[in-house]
Every structure is written in C-alpha cells, then in structure tokens.
C-alpha cells in the first residue's frame, strides 16, 4: 500500500499537481530503495552511490534553480522533496541539501557564465558531487575569523588552511571553498585532483552515519585563477547559502518527526496485537 503521511493541517491540498508528482517519485524512492537499506549503510557507515545516482536521474538535485540542467522546480517542490528523503535518513537529505543548497546555489548566484556551464549540468546530474567548505578546527560559529587564505600568485592561487565536518568531501568532486584573499572572504572552486589538496573521511560519527563527512586540507594548493567566484565578497556569500540549504533542512525535520511517528505507531501497534494474542492464550 503506498505510505500515507499524517497531515493534520492538510497541507498536501495546498500543492500542485507537479509538487504532488515530485512527492510521490521521491516518496516511493525512499519507501523501495531507501527504507529496506538504511540500517546496513548506518551501521557500515556509508552513503550508497546508487542513491546519488537516483537523486540524479529523479532530476531533484538543486531543485529550484534555473537553466544550466537544472530542475527549475518550485520551492516548495524543493522543500516537499527535502521531506521526503529526510523520512528516509537524515544524511540522505544531508547530502541534496550539501548538493543543491551549498554546493550549487553559489555557484549558480555568484559564479561567473564559464562556472556555471562547466558545473551546473554535471552536478544536478548527480555525476559530480560537490561539498562545502566553510567550518575550520578552530572556527565553527565564527566563520568570519577564518584562518583558511588564498594568495593572488599572479598566474594562479595558493589557497592554504583546513576544513572540517565537511560533509561529501571525501566523495565530491569539486569544493565550493571560503578562504580569505587579502582580509576579503572570498569562495573559490577547488577540484578533487587539484595539487596540494586533500579530503580524508573523519570516521566514527554517533549520528548521521550514513553520510559522508570529511576533512579539507589545502596545502600550498595551486588552482587557476578562473576559479574564484567573481559575484560575491565578505560573509554573505557562505551565508546566503546557509539560508538557502535551511530552508530545506526545516522541511527535512517534518519528515524526520513523521518517521519517529510512524515508527511509534508502528510499535504500539505491534504491542497491542501482542497482548490480544496473549490475552487469548491464558483464556
Ligand atoms: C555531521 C556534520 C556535517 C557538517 N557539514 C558541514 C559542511 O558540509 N560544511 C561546513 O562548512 N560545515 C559543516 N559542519 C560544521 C557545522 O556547521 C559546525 O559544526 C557548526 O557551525 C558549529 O561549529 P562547531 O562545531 O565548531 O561548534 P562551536 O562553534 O565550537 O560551538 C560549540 C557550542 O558552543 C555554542 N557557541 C558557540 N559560540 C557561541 C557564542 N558566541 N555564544 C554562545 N554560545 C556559543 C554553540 O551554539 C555550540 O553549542 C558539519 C557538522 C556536522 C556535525
């Protein structure tokens, strides 16, 4: 029987048609492919790759942006898929989330035309994954005390600091990174394969276990001067995606609680056949 979600302010009515279709694509996803695999991939610690590629295919990688491949859906579309998948695991909404919100949104507002047809396409595809590097050892809450800094070496930069708890780093292809170029916070794009950077997996996490979180390391690592995002200076731009990826990840507690509640239920049901079938036997 296909999963009915408790809706007690009947906010499905309020959707479109289309919403109502994504809805239902992402939630037979999770029911068929995400549920019946999420204690194996916790307990393994992993994030299943052909999840990334289900996402890709279903088209709701970077849901609301437009053109460049893009899905182009509404936000809302945005924030009924962040519910959906975040009923399944918290990591897998973790990772659309990291995708559309952080790693493309900047992209997508602040990157130049060359950045965003080079990107764009491949990452609502699923075929690249991106992160975020914006948390440092020392400064989380704190950003704007970044210690990460990129040097103008004429032909090229020298970006050099370290990251963590970043989320898809060891598996993205690409990192948006916040660095500090001359006192000015600045995003830059680093490519996995780029000389002098690293992004080894911090294991053991107690939570979110079936996403991926790493470290960044950046040391003395050379990248072209095309790659800095040339729309946005100073904290706005990490935090206007912040912002962005919120959104989605209130959506995402929505469908969090509607699993704890159906997971509850489940239970008490499951107790209350179990004392009749008791009850029966002492009769
Ligand atoms: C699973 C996971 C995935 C993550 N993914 C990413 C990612 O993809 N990219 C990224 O950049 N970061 C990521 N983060 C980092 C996350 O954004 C930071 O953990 C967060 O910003 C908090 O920083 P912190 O851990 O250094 O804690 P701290 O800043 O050290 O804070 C510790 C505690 O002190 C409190 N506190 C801090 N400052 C103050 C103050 N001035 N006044 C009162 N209380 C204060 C905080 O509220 C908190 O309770 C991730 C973290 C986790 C756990």
Redesign the pocket.
Known sequence: MPYEALDFYDVDSLLTDEERMVRDMVRDFVDEEVIPKIEHACRDGVFPDEWRVALGEMGVLGAPLKGYDCPGLSYTAYGVICRELERGDSGLR?FAS?QGS?AMYPIWDFGSEEQKQRYLPKMASGEWIG?????EPD????PGDMITKAEDMGDHYLLNGA?M????GTIAQLAVVWAKLDGVIRGFIVEKDDPGFSAPEMKG?HS?KA?V?SELVFQDCKIPKDRILPGVKGLRGPFSCLNNARYGISWGAVGAAQACFDSAKEYALSRIQFTTQSQLAVL
């Open positions: 973790s990291v952080l992160c975020f590097g914006l948390t400064y989380g809450s704190n990251k708890w970043i989320t898809n996490k979110l996403s979180t």
